[in-house]
């Protein structure tokens, strides 16, 4: 926030300059070798009454002094636009428009004053000199200090951290040096962010001034974690579950196609087996239709009939004799696929 005031000092407002204002910044502190913007702004008068005519108001000189009320005449300034002999430490961040904020680089003790600004303009009565001016306080000797974040210091891998240097007072444009292990980092300013932390990332981290390394904060352990062993450990018990799962569920499944291949081959060896005794069948009415005829024909045909009944009756007991056979070997086969099934289960 910025104070607005509009007070009258010597030599700092004529008739009808009503309006004119500078807007300075709250008290600052700062760290002694640190760099201080005091932002500001000024509003000038736009023009003067000189005898019924309006004389327009520019503003043709700016100042920025200490240890003066008014900062005019051979008042010593520590800025002034019609100066070549400025002190460099102090820059000028302004305009003569409205803005006129100051910067102080590699701030000293001595600079700890009050400042004020002036502007000044192509007639006498449209000079002004804000005198409430903004405080300046340097300290020196003061550490740093780091805060977190994380608060503990204790972060897990992948995670993010956000380092903050800090001083006991409020510090305008702090240009910090950060160190891990007392190895310089080619990071700057006041935060410092780590992001996808690794155990590389683990250390004490120090900052400090640019400008005064004395100024070095006090240890900041951070320690980075690797993933909990818990949290892996947890997952395993479900992992292991549905492996075992997936592995009756497939054991099962294997168990109902054999089950159903073995019913399918046994239905159609029972099928072969009808078809069998259909042959049976056929044969004993063949035999039959021998006898019969052997009867009609007489005793010509009779060794005749009984040629056809043993070749009917061979016949019979060959397709017998091999039926039995296969079904035996199927049996054989399906005990022998239903016990590596099982065994594998």
């Known amino acids: 926030m910025f104070l607005l005031t509009g007070a009258v000092g010597p030599g700092a407002v004529g008739p009808g300059a009503v309006g004119q204002r500078v807007n300075y910044p709250h008290p600052?502190?700062?760290v002694k070798g640190s760099t201080v913007?005091?932002?500001c702004t000024f509003t000038p008068v736009e023009s003067v009454d000189d005898g019924g005519t309006k004389v327009w108001i520019e503003i043709v000189r700016v100042r920025w002094c200490q240890k003066h009320l008014v900062c005019q005449g051979i008042t010593p300034s520590v800025y002034d636009s019609n100066s070549t002999a400025n002190d460099p430490r102090f820059k000028y961040l302004g305009d003569k428009k409205g803005n006129c904020t100051l910067?102080?680089?590699?701030?000293q003790k001595g600079d700890d004053e009050t400042y004020r600004f002036r502007m000044e303009a192509n007639d006498g009565r449209g000079h002004w000199t804000e005198q409430s001016g903004v405080s300046v306080s340097v300290i020196d000797g003061v550490r740093m200090k780091i805060s977190s974040s994380s608060g503990d210091g204790q972060v897990r891998?992948?995670?993010?951290?956000t380092l903050f240097c800090t001083a006991l007072c409020t510090i305008h444009q702090l240009k910090v040096t950060w160190f891990r292990d007392d190895h310089a980092l080619s990071e700057s300013g006041p935060a410092l962010q780590l992001s996808s932390l690794t155990a590389k990332d683990s250390g004490n981290y120090t900052c400090g001034l640019k400008s005064r390394t004395g100024t070095r904060s006090l240890p900041y352990s951070l320690h980075v974690e690797a993933g909990e062993e818990g949290g892996d450990d947890g997952d395993?018990?479900?992992?292991?579950?549905?492996?075992?799962?997936?592995?009756?569920?497939?054991?099962?499944?294997?168990?109902i196609t054999v089950v159903c291949f073995i019913k399918r081959r046994r239905s159609a060896a029972a099928g072969d087996d009808r078809r069998a005794e259909g042959g049976e069948e056929d044969q004993e009415y063949v035999y039959s239709s021998v006898l019969q005829a052997d009867v009609e024909g007489g005793g010509r045909r009779q060794e005749s009939?009984?040629?056809?009944?043993?070749?009917?009756y061979a016949s019979v007991q060959f397709k017998h004799k091999n039926q039995n056979?296969?079904?035996?070997a199927q049996e054989a086969e399906d005990a022998t696929i239903y016990s590596s099934v099982a065994s594998r289960g």
């Open 28 to 30: 600052v502190c700062a």
């Open 37 to 39: 913007t005091l932002p």
């Open 103 to 107: 910067q102080i680089t590699d701030i």
């Open 157 to 161: 891998t992948g995670e993010r951290v």
């Open 236 to 255: 395993l018990p479900l992992i292991v579950g549905v492996g075992a799962g997936a592995g009756i569920l497939l054991v099962l499944i294997a168990l």
């Open 305 to 312: 009939s009984r040629a056809v009944e043993e070749v009917s």
């Open 325 to 328: 056979q296969a079904r035996a």
